[in-house]
């Protein structure tokens, strides 16, 4: 007597794991687990039938289909073998009862089974022709599987392919334009570099290139930048005329008390030029009493020390530099003020940097140079030279000192680095012949350039000045205020 279903539904639990059992044995799936018999009133479970007694029966609901992971390769094997090659029309077109919106389905099941009737269908197109759709939602994803499987990968790719391939070949179109042939112009660049000497003049940058200290690729449009600048850092050469307590002589004294403090400190070249723009800019906005006017000048060398100096002086320092005159609160408050005043801009394009850029054309001679500070200096005490222009004064400044110390022509080469001709010169050269040759009125100035660490300077320009003022046709005995500028 065969045994009853609960038995074979115990060996078939019991065994489940054995792949060689005899065929009550057979392993229980997910696909098999909703057709059990019409017994399952008796409490006890009981498995799928075989595939072969399956397919002899009517067809019922089942509950399971909604999961998609229920067709396997197994179920479409055996349907393969019992449909047929109309397997997909058949079951589609009968009423099982598990269909709900088939005007969707249909159409779709319809385009695709005219493709079917001449090609074999593949194993996992037949799968998915099983579920008609018990929610609405798997169907349709189903269905888009499908035609995503039947549809050829030739007819979607290429597409992709030639707009991927055509964006590859503008990428590379802009790469070449845009980073390989910008390293041509360098090469342009340096066959035009000749072209911007005149005639005589030296290319004295050249020799710097292996140095990066010097910056020889960059210094030509640094300079360009300078000269631009300095035209907005030029402070009013006319603020004395809405100063009601003030007069130029007391902007000279100041000044030349400036020079006295910045001596005592030992602080660069740069700090004092820098001070002395700051008090005639902030003068030029700003209407200042008698009585704060040596304030405005401690604050001016302070701000410029912090500016310039890696170490600058304590704001003690200045407050005793000044006989305790003003409180250190007196003094940080009118550094805020001045500041402000200013808008905060101290780029200042400092007269040294352009003597220096001048002494490279000189080969740098130490005496030419030191003349040149000396004559600079001059136009901080001097009212008269603040309608120039910082560059203007570092080139009359080397042009004087050269001719003091005979050291030939102002060559082509001198003209292109100084920025300025002979001609353009003269102006500002006679104003320093005019101040040489009259009698010293700033002591601490005279003082500091007439020791032997500034080669004397002061004295050996003074005793020049005085012998051939008259030839370079500089009177000396007008007053200062009828001397043409």
Known sequence: MPPSRAALGRRAVTNENDENSAVGTTRLTRSKSAAFSEDSTSGAKKPLQSKKATANQPLRKRAALNDLSNVTKGEIVEGKKNVGKGGLVSKASQPTGVQKNLSRTNSSRSALSTKDTNKKPEPKRTGSGVLAGKRKTSSTSSNTASIKE???????????????????????????????EPELEPEVEEESI???????????????????????????????????????????????????????????????????????????????????????????????????????????????SKYEEVLSPHVANFRHVADDGFSEAEILSAERYVLTALNYDLSYPNPMNFLRRISKADNYDIQTRTLGKYLMEISLLDHRFMEYLPSHIAAAAMYLARKILDRGEWDPTLAHYAGYTEDQIEPVFKLMVDYLARPVTHEAFFKKYASKKFLKASILTRSWAKKHAFSLGVDVSLPLDMVAR
């Open 194 to 304: 000749p072209q911007q000497f005149a005639q005589g003049v030296e290319d004295l940058d050249r020799e710097d290139l292996d140095d990066p200290l010097m910056v020889a690729e960059y210094v030509v449009e640094i300079f360009e930048y300078l000269k631009k600048l300095e035209v907005d850092t030029k402070p009013n050469a006319e603020y004395m005329d809405h100063q009601e307590d003030l007069e130029w002589k007391m902007r000279g004294i100041l000044v030349d008390w400036l020079i006295e403090v910045h001596t005592r400190f030992h602080l660069l070249p740069e700090t004092l030029f820098l001070a002395v723009n700051i008090i005639d800019r902030f003068l030029s906005t700003k209407v200042v009493q008698l009585d704060r006017l040596q304030l405005v000048g401690v604050t001016a060398m302070f701000i410029a």
């Open 150 to 180: 039947e549809t050829p990968a030739e007819d979607e790719q290429p597409s992709r392919k030639k707009i991927h391939i055509e964006e590859k070949i503008t990428i590379e179109e802009s790469y070449k334009e845009n980073i390989l």
